[in-house]
């Protein structure tokens, strides 16, 4: 029976002290039937909790948990508002992103993770020690044992040099798995990212991701950062909670250590509940820091047409109203935190603080069954200090478990960011895309072709059959076209600005999505396409003329730098690579060509290639005449069937077939006949420019009709008239 709880009940009045006798009594039986079935009733409690724990994760049911999976993965396709909350979707999607950066039992990041555990496990060890000690120095001092506190001292000093190399080690190990877990999902991303076509699909043909570079650089980086920290934030905590709350139970019972734990579960309910949806917050952020960048990365890219504007003041508003939006979003989550922390640091450090204080002195104040009270006073120290040490450990664990509750809720937002990328990369690899249709896209003959999907084989020649020419904003351009080239044919494409012409390159190089018909194409690496603006990538002049070949694909081919300069001699630019400064010269070539120039370097591209197609959209425009018969008189020579958009007539001998857009939906396929059109263009020619002349004949004629009518009236007038003369005058007439 407690002594102290005894004295408290020691009474007053008679009448009080008949009720305190009766009550002292009934608590008696209570305690001493607990005590006869202490250890059932222990576990029976213990066993409770679980169940009660289970249950209440459990709480949802399956209907309602396949329902919010249902609505994450709305949420994550763009149907709504991003969902980044610590719940059920959350969960498979970490679960998802888990199995990419631990790929499985045999890889690195495995074997680090077992690393870092190895490291936490020890370092709760010795923190288990440290207390022990530190009681053991405390309870020196006061029994005025120097011996015993010199010996404590060295020991204490001793462990410090395994202890300061596990932190050491933890922290390298926290950060190598961090790099390791970006390598990973970078490298996923990348594969998914750069395959496909999905690159161009997810900007051009999808709306639901704004700005992928930011996804991939930071969002995911910041998973790997988070993900990686709470593992070490998360794992040393709750590996603590339970060490240490064992051997407090070993030292203070398990009762107290109970009672203690609900009232902190039942406060960490509360904090919970008061806690704001900070993950939503994050995902929010990065939506906006993405925002801004992309905004940025915009002004660069137009950065001329802006000059030439002097549009700048209106792109600073643009900037400005961005980045305004972003610090607005911040500031009220800092805000938020002001209160959030007060109401952490209260419960947290504070409640469980003074709870922990009572739990420390139940050995001190009352008998507690299995322990030694001890009435010394050096061993009731060694025992206060030990417990108060291993508390403070334990509730800092718990507190810091309750802590990265925050951390959990932006590990969410970073999820969801990731989670949404690849979910999209999925959905476009596979013809699903989100984007939002012009008004033409409402009309019903429209939306039934918009609703259609059309089938591509492969073969060795291009066959459009039936096929819609529809762009990515749901504009049908041509409702249904048909044409085909085979080896050795030459087709030339002709037509209006804005009727399709370079659209049907796209649907032939798979960028954009077949809405009916059939299309049978040969493989990709058949068709070279080049446009009227070439691209030119990072790398050396080499690298140019082989794109997207690398050195070692040139080599497979048997190709050698003699060969390169032999096709660029061919477009009468072999004096460019002495002037560059050898093959191997770097520069950012897009900046340090001319039009011109990257036009016949486009050109050395294809002789190199040498495809069985090649799509030519204005390629030529920048260059000579000259230039322009060399390259296309050289590619049909290399057996090249040419595929040409241009307005240019002296084109029109290269090719045998034309493909005529009228602007108006319509189009003609036929044979092209050069030299009969050239001679009816200049017919044509002609007869426009006479007819420009109609205008000024006419108002000629009638100023002469005018003339002949002033001279026909002047006669009837002199005969009435008199005239002096003084010879004879012949009369004026008009042959």
């Not at 009474?11 to 059932?40: C, E, F, W």
């Not at 994760?57 to 909350?85: F, I, L, Q």
């Not at 700048?312 to 610090?327: M, Q, V």
């Not at 922990?356 to 001190?364: F, H, T």
């Amino acid at each position: 029976m407690p002594t102290v709880f005894s004295k408290l009940l020691v009474g007053g009045s008679p009448r009080a002290d008949t009720m305190i006798s009766q009550l002292r009594l009934l608590l008696q039986k209570i305690l001493q039937i607990y005590m006869n079935n202490r250890t059932v009733l222990g576990r029976a409690i213990w066993i409770t909790a679980m169940i009660a724990l289970y249950g209440r994760r459990k709480g949802s049911s399956p209907s309602d948990d396949s329902g919010r999976r249902r609505k994450g993965r709305r949420d994550a396709a763009g149907g709504s508002k991003m969902r980044a909350e610590v719940d059920q979707v959350f969960f498979e999607r970490l679960r998802k992103l888990l199995k990419i950066v631990i790929p499985g039992y045999k890889s690195k990041e495995f074997w680090l993770l077992v690393i870092h555990s190895a490291f936490l496990v020890f370092r709760t060890v010795l923190s288990v020690y440290v207390a022990s000690l530190d009681g053991r120095m405390v309870s020196a001092l006061v029994r005025g044992s120097a011996k015993d506190f010199l010996k404590g001292i060295f020991w204490w000093m001793m462990v410090a040099i395994p202890a300061t190399y596990t932190n050491s080690m933890l922290t390298f190990m926290q950060n190598k798995l961090a790099i390791q877990f970006r390598s990973r999902l970078t490298n996923h991303i990348h594969d998914k990212y750069l395959s496909d076509m999905t690159f161009y699909t997810v900007g051009n043909l999808d709306d639901r991701i704004k700005n992928a570079d930011q996804c991939i650089t930071v969002d995911a980086m910041k998973f790997c950062n988070s993900l990686a920290e709470l593992y070490s934030n998360l794992a040393k905590p709750i590996l603590d909670t339970f060490i240490y709350n064992y051997q407090l139970s070993k030292n203070v019972g398990g009762e107290g250590l109970f009672g203690l734990s609900l009232a902190v579960h039942f406060s960490s309910v509360l904090l919970r509940a008061l806690t704001p949806p900070f993950g939503k917050m994050v995902a929010e952020e990065q939506k906006l820091e993405g925002e801004f960048r992309f905004t940025h990365s915009r002004l660069i890219e137009n950065a001329e047409e802006i000059a030439l504007y002097s549009g700048h003041s209106t792109e600073k508003y643009i900037l400005d109203r961005s980045y305004f939006a972003l610090i607005k979003h911040i500031n009220r989550i800092f805000r938020l935190r002001i209160f959030h922390g007060m109401l952490e640091d209260f419960i947290i450090k504070y409640l469980w603080g003074a709870l922990g204080l009572i739990l420390c002195a139940v050995p001190v104040f009352f008998n507690v069954p299995g322990i030694a009270k001890g009435n010394d006073l050096g061993k009731r120290t060694e025992g206060f200090v030990t417990n108060r040490r291993l508390l403070l450990s334990s509730s800092d664990a718990f507190g810091r478990i309750m802590y990265s509750y925050k951390e959990v809720t932006e590990l969410a937002g970073f999820t969801a960011r990731v989670s949404e990328l690849l979910d999209v990369f999925d959905d476009v690899k596979v013809g699903r895309y989100e984007k939002q249709l012009v008004s033409s896209a409402s009309t019903e003959e429209n939306a039934k072709v918009l609703s259609g999907r059309g089938q591509v084989f492969e073969g060795d020649d291009i066959e459009f059959n039936n096929v819609p020419i529809v762009s990515p904003n749901g504009d049908v351009l041509l409702k249904s076209l048909t044409f085909y080239v085979k080896p050795g044919m030459h087709l030339l494409i002709v037509g209006p600005n804005g009727c399709g012409k370079s659209s049907l390159f796209r649907i032939l190089g798979g960028l954009w999505p077949v809405y009916g018909g059939t299309v049978r194409k040969p493989k990709s690496s058949e068709i070279f396409y080049i446009p009227q603006r070439p691209y030119l990538s990072l790398g050396t002049l080499r690298d140019q003329i082989i794109y997207p070949h690398t050195i070692e694909d040139m080599k497979k081919r048997n190709i050698t730098d003699d060969d390169l300069h032999k096709i660029l001699e061919v477009v009468q630019f072999g004096t460019f690579v002495e002037r560059e400064g050898g093959w191997d010269k770097e520069r950012e070539w897009k900046d340090a060509l001319a039009g011109g120039d990257k036009q016949r370097i486009a050109m050395a591209r294809l002789f190199y290639h040498k495809p069985r197609y090649a799509i030519l959209d204005e390629c030529t425009s920048s260059v000579s005449m000259e230039i322009e018969k060399i390259m296309y008189t050289h590619a049909t020579e290399l057996g090249i069937s040419l595929l040409t958009v241009s307005h240019r007539s002296s084109l029109w001998k290269y090719h045998n077939y034309i493909l005529q857009y009228d602007g108006q939906g319509g189009y003609v396929f036929t044979k092209l006949d050069a030299e009969r059109r050239l001679a009816l263009q200049e017919e044509k020619e002609m007869l426009e420019q006479r007819m420009v002349e109609v205008p000024k004949l006419k108002s000629r004629l009638n100023d002469l009709k005018a003339m002949l009518s002033d001279i026909q009236a002047a006669p009837h007038s002199a005969s009435t008239t008199p005239h002096h003369t003084t010879g004879d005058i012949a009369p004026f007439s008009l042959s």
